[in-house]
């Protein structure tokens, strides 16, 4: 077969360099349209559910929240394994699929059996966003300008604003620092004691006014009306206009017994960096990228996002700058792994030059080098196998070592030397 390839090749010179040019434009096209990344996520499939149960010790969290849930998710098609972790007010199980699973159907699948789960109440859990081992693409920190300055009472923060909005490619925006805003009552005991109010009404009376409202239709002669109540919370006074109580048709409103502000949540964690003062109100966002996502793709939409939310939405004195970006991880490796093919390839040739004394030899190999990656390269746009510092490694050895090798013993020995025997 090889011999009549070879005088196929011979008879036929046209079709021959016809066929170079395709497979050379080929494998051009193919490294254009492969995705590209530093390390590539070999990971399994995995499904994380989280659940929060504050103010429960681990204990109980293992006996009311987990084991449970561990139970609902037995016999979960697919899975190969399963592993739990619960520490105080947080339970978190992890199921991992056979690989090739689709992480959708996996997360589906979970989400069924999770309907069957018996958990108290204020145990509800979500599976984690679907991301993979390399998740992390982006990350970038807000504040600067006068941001540092601004009073917590009046303005948090970024810490309740994600750094980019998911979208296609992005699973999460997870944030770490600032400050998150929330509504404070400040109440004065006196007039509890005044209009014989609890604390457990006031609590009560703040929860029930929180969802929207939605009455029917008024009747006005011949039509009707529709009439709608909004009972959603969007500023102090709507806060202070709760009625808490009404003794002989007199109301009690939560201005009456205290006065209502913007605060901030307690900080959990602080975010700071280089030489910045620990607490200066800077917060750092996190861009998850989805599992299976091209990040050459993803990065340049996120950047995009980032740089509208610093146009046009941001208010003035603050704005996110990127501290980690992942293209230029991308970009070094690159860079590493194209330097090593070059020199392997200029070794090669001096070595054959300098060792064989044959032009022709050292021809060949410059001719075949080349060649063979963009043909790896198409075969690798074919099987879906990514760019990346590993499948990059393995074609320069293998073309530039195995390949060198196998035409030095073919030109060594000639086309006539029979092996020994």
């Known amino acids: 077969m090889i011999a009549g390839l070879v005088r196929f090749a011979i008879a036929r010179p046209l079709v021959v360099v016809a066929a170079t040019l395709a497979l050379a434009a080929g494998g051009v096209w193919a490294f254009d349209q492969l995705r590209i990344e530093a390390y590539p996520d070999l990971t399994d499939p995995t499904v994380v559910v989280v659940t929060l149960y504050p103010g429960f010790a681990a204990e109980e969290v293992e006996q009311q929240v987990t084991v449970p849930i561990e139970r609902a998710l037995n016999n979960t098609p697919y899975v190969i394994s399963r592993r739990s972790r619960t520490i105080f007010g947080l339970s978190v199980v992890e199921l991992t699929f056979e690989d090739g699973t689709n992480d959708f159907l996996g997360r589906q699948l979970v989400l069924e059996r999770l309907q069957g789960a018996q958990l108290p109440d204020g145990g509800d859990p979500h599976p984690r966003p679907a991301v993979g081992g390399r998740e992390r693409v982006l990350s970038v920190r807000g504040g600067g300008g006068r941001g540092r300055d601004r009073d917590p009472a009046g303005d948090p923060g970024l810490g309740d604003r994600p750094a980019a909005p998911p979208g296609a490619g992005v699973a999460d925006v997870a944030t770490f620092g600032g400050l998150v805003r929330q509504y404070e009552v400040q109440i004065d005991p ?33 039509q009707e009306l529709p009439i709608r109540g909004s009972g959603l919370v969007q500023s102090p006074d709507d806060l202070e206009g709760i009625v808490l109580d009404a003794p002989r048709g007199v109301p009690i409103r939560m201005g009456d017994i205290g006065r209502v502000r913007m605060g901030a949540l307690p900080q959990t964690g602080i975010f700071a960096m280089d030489d910045e003062p620990v607490g200066s109100g800077g917060v750092e966002g996190i861009v998850l990228m989805r599992r299976g996502e091209n990040p050459s793709e993803v990065l340049p939409r996120v950047r995009e996002a980032v740089d509208e939310l610093n146009a046009t939405r941001l208010p003035s004195g ?34 054959l030059l300098a060792f064989l004394l044959s032009a022709r030899a050292a021809l060949l190999t410059a001719v075949v080098i080349p ?51």
């Not at 700058?321 to 392997?344: E, F």
Request: glycine fraction near 8%; include cysteine; charge should be negative.
């Open 190 to 222: 006196r007039a509890l004691d005044k209009y014989h109010l609890s604390m457990r009404q006031i609590a009560d009376a703040g929860e029930e006014q929180q969802p929207e409202r939605g009455w029917g239709p008024a009747p006005d002669g011949q």
């Open 318 to 351: 603050l704005r996110i700058v990127a501290i980690h970006d992942r293209s230029d991880l991308v970009a070094n490796t690159l860079h590493t792994v194209s330097h090593v093919l070059i020199a392997g390839f200029t070794i090669v040739v001096i070595a």
């Open 371 to 421: 060649l063979s990656l963009l043909f790896a390269l198409v075969c690798m746009y074919v099987s879906g196998v990514s760019l990346s510092l590993l499948s990059i490694g393995a074609l320069d050895f293998g073309i530039i070592v195995d390949g060198t090798i196998v035409m030095v013993e073919r030109i060594v020995r000639g086309p006539r030397e029979q092996p020994a025997r």
